[in-house]
């Protein structure tokens, strides 16, 4: 790890921006308005914008690395070592590989959440973000509830969200194309396929149970929980209930306006945002964040789509990049109870984009700076810079 300084950067520091310097030393941020500093690594931050990493909550564009046609398969460590490089090169340094486990067989099966679970927890010294285990748990999974309850237990896993997609399961079976994509995920015949969605619905009358012994056991774990797709107010007020903060997804605005009455973060996609609007054709996500029933915007399937998010909201005047860069940084930083990041302050943990705005709505990364160790640079000429400056300063005395 190397003391790093980065010099002439407008950072956003209090919710605006100032030109000023920033000493890095040990993995976090030492100094603001700092001067020279002796074997420090100088990063010339001129002409850009100094923000905090992003934070994203949600993210399964790793499922395309896994399996990036049906049947197609790419060994795990592979797979999360490339989404770490994507991931870090979109300026997203907290990642939370959002992994479903299902009553499916294939992609989502209980074997393949085992394995990256184990692969993430081998892997992670060696990734440049910070990568953390959020278990998206289909709740009609009920076979799955005791090894899930141990991995709560013993720490292992990060963020535990609670899905139910039965009804959208069972709706897309008389859709051909929706069917075979399904189908094809699982690897089963369509014949299997349809006695097995039979057999998990039956046991249909056992899951609130499932679902509140679960929530317990993340509340007794510290483990901070969220519900997936909440339809209606009444179903955000149960999941209140039992200690799940963190609304994902709501599928209207009226349970949108409960989950901002009860205090709830509230989590919609980034790529929403930036495409306009909802591939599904629910939420419109910028019309949320106007009304102030967005309080995070997550990567959902797509890396790039945070950053592009909140200089889109800046340029259609939703919000200023100031408040729309909180929406992917500082909010899902304590949302997730992550209290050591999402600003630039002294004592916080050292994750740093350098960002060229030049063009409207498509910023460019310049430099990621992830835990106190410049991970990324596609300008090195910023570094050289720095040093052609003090060495004609040395020149001149």
Request: net charge negative; hydrophobic share 45%; charged share 25%.
């Amino acid at each position: 790890m190397t003391d790093i300084l980065i010099e002439g950067g407008r950072a956003l520091l209090g919710g605006e921006f100032s030109e000023t310097s920033l000493f890095i030393e040990g993995g976090k941020i030492q100094e603001i308005g700092a001067s020279a500093v002796h074997g420090a690594v100088e990063l010339d931050a001129h002409n850009l914008l100094v923000l905090p990493g992003i934070v994203d909550l949600h993210g399964d564009a790793f499922e395309r690395q896994m399996m990036p046609r049906p049947n197609v398969d790419f060994p795990i460590d592979i797979a999360l070592a490339d989404s770490d490089r994507q991931a870090i090169a979109n300026g997203i340094t907290t990642v939370f590989h959002a992994t479903t486990r299902s009553w499916e067989p294939g992609l989502r099966s209980a074997d393949n959440a085992r394995k990256l679970i184990e692969a993430i927890e081998v892997m992670r010294p060696g990734f440049a973000a910070d990568t953390r285990f959020h278990l998206r748990h289909e709740t009609y999974n009920l076979d799955a509830e005791q090894e899930i309850g141990e991995w709560l237990a013993s720490g292992r896993i990060d963020l535990l969200a609670f899905n139910d997609h039965m009804d959208a399961t069972v709706a897309d079976l008389d859709k051909p194309n929706k069917r075979t994509r399904m189908v094809e995920r699982t690897g089963l015949s369509g014949e299997a396929f349809d006695t097995l969605v039979q057999r998990v619905l039956s046991r249909v009358d056992a899951v609130p149970a499932s679902i509140s012994r679960l929530a317990r056991i993340a509340r007794d774990a510290g483990v901070r929980m969220l519900s997936h797709d909440d339809e209606s107010p009444s179903m955000r007020r149960t999941f209140r209930a039992q200690g799940v903060s963190i609304a994902e997804f709501p599928v209207n605005e009226e349970t949108a306006r409960e989950a901002a009455a009860g205090g709830d973060a509230i989590v919609f996609g980034a790529p929403n945002v930036v495409r306009g609007g909802s591939h599904t054709g629910w939420t419109r996500a910028s019309d949320m964040v106007e009304k102030g029933l967005c309080s995070v915007l997550a990567s959902d399937y797509y890396y790039p789509a945070p950053l592009l998010a909140a200089f889109r909201l800046a340029a259609d005047n939703v919000l200023p990049l100031g408040k729309a860069w909180d929406l992917i940084s500082a909010a899902p930083a304590k949302a997730a109870g992550l209290v050591d990041r999402g600003a630039l302050a002294k004592g916080q943990r050292a994750d740093i984009l350098l960002v060229d705005d030049t063009l409207p709505m498509r910023p460019r990364i310049v430099a990621v700076i992830a835990g106190g160790r410049l991970v990324c640079m596609t300008d090195a000429d910023r570094i050289a810079a720095s040093r052609a400056r003090r060495f004609e300063a040395i020149a001149a005395e």
